[in-house]
């Protein structure tokens, strides 16, 4: 694994734009751009299943798993069921949500230092500090809602998202839903 590909920012002419919820700009990067991450940084030594697909009359969701190097992340995506392609969609939504997990695009959501490395690593669990789960879920929702989940972060708890603890990250992703 080449590791420092994972959580490599893509270059900017990789990076698309479309509008999001409130008038705002969500970035984001293509299927292939992440299909072509995940070939670098692991040599084509990884796989991606659809483990489940449901369409419950708006929504197509897919839950899916990507696995590389005997590691398994999984993660759902979605679409509009009325969308053309609508399972082809929430598939590759599936698969870039799944990546994320493994650190590619995290830089999308605005959380870099100046020097393009990614905030932090998620963090131990048993140091009281937000789980990979919750940290996920919360800039998941904070980009589906179009909101900048470090402002979220600072007016409501005060602390920048690298600095809550995990109480304070359930009470984003609480508030993050209700938006």
């Known amino acids: 694994m080449k590791k420092e590909l994972l959580t490599q920012p893509f270059p900017d002419h990789e990076i698309r734009h479309r509008p999001g919820p409130g008038g705002k700009s969500l970035s984001y990067v293509s299927g292939a751009s992440i299909t072509q991450r995940l070939n670098q940084a692991f040599d084509h030594q990884w796989s991606f299943d659809i483990i ?9 969701f897919v839950q899916g798993e990507l696995e590389a190097e005997g590691i398994k992340k999984v993660n759902i995506g979605t679409a509009e069921s009325s969308k053309p392609d609508a399972l082809k969609s929430a598939t590759t939504d599936a698969l870039k949500r799944c990546a994320l997990l493994f650190g590619i695009g995290l830089h999308l959501y605005g959380l870099e230092k100046p020097n393009n490395n990614p905030v932090r690593d998620f963090p131990n669990p048993d140091q009281n500090m937000p789980t990979e789960r919750q ?11 179009g909101t900048d989940p470090q402002e979220l972060s600072l007016e409501l708890t005060g ?6 603890n995990r109480k304070e990250m359930s009470h984003l992703i609480s508030s993050a839903k209700a938006i």
């Open 52 to 60: 489940k697909s449901w369409d419950d009359g708006t929504t197509v």
């Open 135 to 145: 940290s996920v879920a919360y800039l998941n929702i904070c980009k589906f809602k």
């Open 159 to 164: 602390k920048e998202i690298d600095h809550v």
